[in-house]
Antibody, heavy 121, light 107 residues
Framework: QVQLVESGGGVVQPGGSLRLSCAASGFTFSRYAMHWVRQAPGKGLEWVAFIGDSGNNKNYGDSVKGRFTISRDNSKNTVYLQMNSLRAEDTAVYYC??????????????WGQGTLVTVSS | EIVLTQSPATLSLSPGERATLSCRASQSVNTYLAWYRQKLGQPPRLIIYDAFNRATGIPARFSGSGSGTDFTLTISRLEPEDFAVYFCQHRVNWPITFGQGTRLDIK
């Protein structure tokens, strides 16, 4: 069955950096687009970033554009989120999710359990 | 950015009743709208994509309708596991956005 396991979360000071990883299994990773979505404590969902199956097509939410970078390594079945210049408002559970489609968006069909990022001094 | 507004914010119903949840977009999203259910402490789960298509494994009591700016998720007979928070999400352009959610509570 599909498994998505996020890692790399933790506590970081404002202005710091973190790299999140999402290890995928149970499906042909290189054939699917992937997303990162976050959820601040007690709040709703905010889409963060998208990457197509080949890694050439990427898009970002306005609040993270220029600070976050999504990437993938299809040989390792892993998608990453490099987060720089972190702010207190980036504090959230970060989920990776698999799309139904390969190089565009159709629906976020499978989700990991999430990893918590806390930005605090 | 397209804003999705969900109503009501909270809906209190009993098991076996029918639930109707709404999502309104600030501009047309064609039929490029999805619905997700999030139980407490769990990640979201895709329920409906492209306005009316049920995702894999989703029971027939869930149905979606609408196009343009107004969409509805209907749960015909509520089961205990349906009491959760529901989010809508569009994919018509970047950035993808979610609605703020509707909480479905047990009455």
């Amino acid at each position: 069955q599909v498994q998505l396991v996020e890692s790399g979360g933790g506590v970081v000071q404002p202005g710091g950096s973190l790299r999140l990883s999402c290890a995928a299994s149970g499906f042909t990773f290189s054939r699917y687009a992937m997303h990162w979505v976050r959820q601040a404590p007690g709040k709703g969902l905010e889409w963060v970033a998208f990457i197509g199956d080949s890694g050439n097509n990427k898009n970002y939410g306005d609040s993270v554009k220029g600070r976050f970078t999504i990437s993938r390594d299809n040989s390792k079945n892993t998608v990453y989120l490099q987060m720089n210049s972190l702010r207190a408002e980036d504090t959230a559970v970060y989920y990776c999710a698999r799309d139904l489609a390969s190089s565009w968006v159709m629906g976020l069909d499978d989700w990991g359990q999430g990893t918590l990022v806390t930005v605090s001094s | 950015e397209i804003v999705l507004t969900q109503s009501p914010a909270t809906l209190s119903l009993s098991p076996g009743e029918r639930a109707t949840l709404s999502c309104r977009a600030s501009q047309s999203v064609n039929t490029y709208l999805a619905w997700y259910r999030q139980k407490l402490g769990q990640p979201p789960r895709l329920i409906i994509y492209d306005a009316f298509n049920r995702a894999t494994g989703i029971p027939a009591r869930f149905s979606g309708s609408g196009s343009g700016t107004d969409f509805t998720l209907t749960i015909s007979r509520l089961e205990p596991e349906d009491f959760a928070v529901y989010f809508c999400q569009h994919r018509v352009n970047w950035p993808i956005t979610f609605g703020q959610g509707t909480r479905l509570d047990i009455k």
